[in-house]
């Protein structure tokens, strides 16, 4: 029987924890507007303030922390070519994006990596002129200095995905079942 190249199937891809240091907002998102594609990461922080309501994000962020559940998707910033055949449970590829000098783009859950960013960088909201943002205390301060993200070797691993999560979407909540919930 033929191997079917279906994304998701049979293609683990690795979940590893990484300093938020080493995490960069994606330039290339769609989500942003045409003129902010490929501006630097302090443009695109300010983009991402002004424009797509981090503050939501901030206040539950900043009284839980982050939530394990919702990893970053990223890529290498730069994969050696010697890597990009290898297999991504092997030594070298687990060796590589496990090493302290590699960094990554963020494909999904730039709003997540913005807001946290934000949080833990009292000169970025200064930078940005936050008059009024939530405060952290050292517990959840370490907890977003290392954020929990799912590797991908390249970028156009990830289109299915990314297409699946946003145009088709995941379904909201209508108001009566967020208020069971609260219940």
């Known amino acids: 029987m033929p191997k ?20 960069h907002l994606d330039s290339e998102n769609p ?13 695109l922080l300010d983009v991402l303030y002004r424009n797509f309501y981090l503050d939501e994000l901030a206040e539950s962020m900043a009284q839980n922390g982050y939530f394990d559940e919702e990893p970053l998707v990223g890529v290498p910033r730069r994969l050696p070519k ?8 092997s030594n070298d590829f687990r060796s590589y994006i496990e090493d302290e000098s590699t960094e990554f783009v963020v494909v999904e859950g ?14 970025a909201q200064e ?43 995941i ?4 108001s009566y079942a967020k208020a069971r919930y609260v219940a």
């Open 110 to 123: 730039n709003r997540r990596l913005a807001t946290a960013k934000l949080l833990v960088d009292a000169g």
């Open 127 to 169: 930078k940005l002129r936050i008059r009024h943002w939530p405060s952290v205390s050292a517990a959840v301060a370490g907890d977003l200095s290392v954020l929990p993200v799912i590797v991908y070797k390249i970028r156009d691993e990830v289109t299915p995905y990314l297409g699946v999560r946003h145009i088709v979407g």
């Open 4 to 23: 079917l190249n279906i994304a998701g199937l049979s293609r683990k891809h690795p979940q590893i924890d990484v300093s938020i240091t080493r995490l």
């Open 31 to 43: 989500r942003l507007p045409e003129e902010t594609q490929g501006k630097s990461e302090a443009e």
């Open 82 to 89: 010697h890597l990009a055949k290898a297999e991504l449970s």
């Open 171 to 174: 379904q909201k909540w209508d």
